[in-house]
Structures are given as C-alpha cells and as structure tokens.
C-alpha cells in the first residue's frame, strides 16, 4: 500500500511539475563570481559584491542577483543533504542569503547536473532532490545548474529532472541551464529553464580563442559569432545565453563598451562578472548606463540580427516596443573606421518576429546612447568615425506623422 502511495506522489508530481513561469520576463541582470575570483570564493567577497551593487548604482540600474558559482561546496552531510565549505562561507548560506535579501538583492547559488562540479566539488546526480529543497530553504532565487562529469546522462532529461525538483520545493527559482550548447538547448529549453548556454565559456579577450587542452575558452567576438541562427528561440522567460559579461576585466574601454552594447543588442542576460567594489569610473558608466540598459531588457525580448557586413564592419538592428528600433554600428577591425549609413536606401526586415522599418516611408528621430545626445533624423544620411574594436549603439524612436 505504502509502496503504491509513493508512485502515486512521483507519477503526480512529475504530471504536474513545470518550471516557475514569469520569472524572467526580460533577460536576468545581476553579479556572479566565476569569471573575476573562480575557485577563491567566500562569504566575505560576497557580502562586499552585494554592498558594492547597491552603492554603485548597479542595482538602481536594473541589477538584481548575487549568484555564487562553483566551489562553495563542502561535503554531503550523514543524510546526503549539502553543505558549504566550512572555511569559506562559515556563517552557512541562509545567513548569505538572508543579508543579501536584507539588500533588496535576490541570491543565486551553482550546481552541477553530474556527479561532481567542473571545479571538483560534489554534484547534484542523484541528489536532484534533496538539493533543491536545501536551496529552497536557505532562500535561494536563482540556479545556475553545469555540465560537467555528466558521461551517459540525457542533457534534456538531466535538466528536466531539476526542474521538476525545484517545483516540487516549491520556492521560484530562475533556473539557468548551462550546458554550453552541445545539445542544441535552444531546441528544448523553453519548457524547462529561464535561460541557457549557447556556447563554452567567455574569456577577457575581445578577439581570440584561448586553448587548455581538452576544452577552449572564447573571446567576445567569437561568441557573437557563434549566436547565429539562434534569435528565432528566445524570447521572454527563455533566454539564450552568450556567458557572463567580463567588462571591468581588463579589456579597453572600447572593448567593454562594444561587448556591452552588443549583449544588449542580443537580449542576453547580463550578469556581471567583474570586482564591484574596485570598478573604474568608465566600468561604471558602462555597466550602468540606463539607456543602453533599456534596449537589453525591451519588454519585446527580442534579440536583434546582424542586418549587414563588410570590412570588420557590421550593423546589427533589434526590434523595441513603440516601433522603436536599436542600431549598432559595430568595429570588429584593429583600425578606426570611417561609416556612411544612408538609411533612405534601406528597408529593414526582420522576417522572423515581423518587424519593419522601412525608411523609405517612415522618419525616425536618432539618439546616441553613449554620447547621451539626440543626433538628428534618418532623412540624412548617418556619417561617423568608429574607433577600433569600439561601437556606436542608436535608438531610432518613429516621428509621427500627421
Ligand atoms: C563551467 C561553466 C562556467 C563556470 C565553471 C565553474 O566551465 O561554464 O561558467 O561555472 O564551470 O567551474
């Protein structure tokens, strides 16, 4: 009898499991702790991030989440039950939780669908469960749930059983599939996470490809190059996701103005990834800016399209709300370049979500969103100097015409 009870509450709750709808009706913007401290984590550093998100401004901008990524693990308790490492986040992480909480800031933790984590520690396989319930008790928003040590495990299977275990525990949990596109998440995500991995991880390089050995790490470029084909599947609550961003670590100004503006343009989630508390002014004004900010989290969600290239040069457009529209003139090259955009000439469709701007018909007002400055109408022709690896990122508003 007893044993039928079980199979009648498993049956049930996989029935009836889906993943927390809502949660992420524009891309997700927060912190996380991988790409600037890796492994060298502890409750510390993250109460400082917290502090510094909010005195920075980032949080009046729009940032939201403080997520710790891999290796706050410690060992599985006598019951199978998580805990963090003892040494690092000695308070436990209710009370990192309930201080970031404290901040008006939701709180984001890492684990790993394999047996163990890419950085070593233990993995949820297994443990699915029993993890989520933990999370859900110590106050936790948001999962970002790896691939490592996952031989013959089922990638949609794998993630599916997650969120069945984050519903069952019955807390809202963004959940953020980073599986690094091997199995095309794009093609199955939408039912399952907020957003997912498109590709293996970002490096602080704007143009090259870093080589370990068995795996490789990604410069800006090459990760934008890689999110082709991709727009048609995302769109509010799924996201695709081209990494974390790595501005403030260490590229140009130029280089994190074009690697923002361009996540921006591609609806990306933005989730920082740099030392909050020791940012440069221009890091600042880059993270924070509010404008280009607004074209990222357009409630459209819809991620914009390379419409043109030619000599490093690209221009890349993205459908906002109020037939509003954001341009980006993009400098791929290692020299400044000269543009003449002759908008008149040209009728831009987006085929896919059904959008138009045709400027041939309609006039739009011209704002740059770095200079902050209104800059004319379509019915000239657009003329500037782009400095290398740099971008000029427009929003186009229609004049109404009576
Ligand atoms: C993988 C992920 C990274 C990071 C590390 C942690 O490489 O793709 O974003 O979470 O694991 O070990």
Redesign the pocket.
């Known amino acids: 009898m007893k044993r039928i009870n079980l199979i009648i509450i498993l049956i049930a709750t996989s029935l009836y499991a889906q993943k927390f709808e809502g949660l992420a009706l524009t891309p997700p913007m927060g912190w996380n702790s991988?790409n600037k401290f890796g492994c060298e984590i502890n409750e510390e550093i993250i109460k400082k991030m917290a502090d510094a998100m909010v005195e920075s401004g980032m949080k009046d901008a729009g940032y939201q989440y403080i997520i710790i990524?891999?290796?706050w693990q410690g060992e599985r308790d006598s019951l199978g039950f998580i805990q963090p490492d003892p040494q690092r986040f000695p308070s436990g992480i209710k009370a990192l939780a309930d201080y970031i909480h404290s901040k008006g800031l939701k709180f984001g933790i890492?684990s790993c669908a394999g047996w163990k984590?890419?950085?070593g520690r233990p993995g949820s396989r297994g443990y699915e469960f029993q993890d989520a319930k933990k999370y859900a008790e110590w106050g936790v928003d948001y999962l970002?749930y790896?691939w490592?040590y996952t031989e013959g495990l089922n990638a949609e299977g794998a993630y599916l059983t997650m969120r069945n275990a984050l519903y069952a525990a019955g807390r809202p949990i963004v959940f953020s599939i980073?599986e690094?596109g091997n199995n095309k998440p794009w093609e199955w995500g939408k039912n399952i996470g907020h957003l997912w991995?498109t590709t293996?991880?970002i490096t602080n390089c704007f143009d090259c490809i870093v080589d370990h050995g068995t795996w490789k790490s990604w410069g800006v470029m090459q990760i934008l190059d890689m999110q082709k084909g991709l727009r048609a599947y995302a769109g509010p609550d799924h996201w695709n996701d081209p990494?974390?961003l790595e501005v403030g670590n260490g590229m140009s100004v130029n280089e994190d103005r074009a690697h923002f503006s361009m996540w921006c343009m591609l609806a990306a989630p933005l989730i920082a990834g740099n030392d909050l508390s020791n940012m440069s002014k221009e890091t600042i004004e880059i993270l924070t800016n509010k404008e280009v900010i607004d074209i990222n989290q357009d409630s459209l969600g819809i991620q914009g399209f390379k419409y043109f290239e030619k000599d490093s040069i690209e221009i890349w457009f993205k459908p906002l709300k109020k037939d509003n529209w954001a341009v980006c003139f993009l400098n791929r090259s290692k020299k400044t370049h000269e543009i003449k955009f002759s908008w008149k000439e040209h009728e831009v469709i987006d085929s896919i979500f059904n959008k138009e701007a045709n400027f041939k018909k309609t006039v739009f007002n011209i704002r740059d969103l770095w200079k902050k400055k209104n800059i004319g109408t379509t019915k000239d022709d657009f003329v500037a100097v782009i400095p290398s690896h740099d971008v000029i990122l427009l929003r186009l508003s229609p004049i109404k015409q009576h």
Request: proline share 0%; charged share 40%.
């Open positions: 991988w990524d891999d290796c890492y984590t890419c950085g970002k790896d490592c980073c690094w991995r293996g991880d990494d974390m």
